[in-house]
Nanobody, 128 residues
């Protein structure tokens, strides 16, 4: 069974940092696919609960980010070829959410907002 497993969430102070990990299990390797990160914040207006954070392609390793995290968050791949990281710096209270990694088993990030295969999520809370 193919699975994505997120980890690394927790509590951070404003201005602090966290690194989230997304690992693949089953008969596939994350290096072969574009991997996106999303966050979901319950209580936001309908249609606004889920936000795409960014994506890393497997075709050329290129990354894209949402405007809300650009310059603060970085997506990268691990040397083990089966882990994708989300490095989050200069955290703000509005970054509080459950973070998910996702894929559609393709190589491009062109339509990453539509990726449908998700992990179980890892919660991040940014608070003094």
């Amino acid at each position: 069974q193919v699975q994505l497993v997120e980890s690394g969430g927790g509590l951070a102070q404003p201005g602090g940092s966290l690194r989230l990990s997304c690992a693949g299990s089953g008969f596939f390797t994350l290096d072969d696919y574009a991997i996106a990160w999303f966050r979901q914040t319950p209580g936001k207006a309908p249609g606004k609960e889920r936000e795409g954070v960014g994506c890393i392609s497997s075709s050329d390793g290129g990354t894209v980010y949402s405007d809300s995290v650009k310059g603060r968050f970085t997506i990268s791949r691990g040397d083990d070829k089966n882990t994708v990281y989300l490095e989050m710096n200069s955290l703000k209270p509005e970054d509080t959410a459950v973070y998910y990694c996702s894929t559609d088993f393709g190589r491009s990030c062109d339509y990453y907002s539509e990726f449908e295969h998700w992990g179980q999520g890892t919660p991040v809370t940014v608070s003094p």
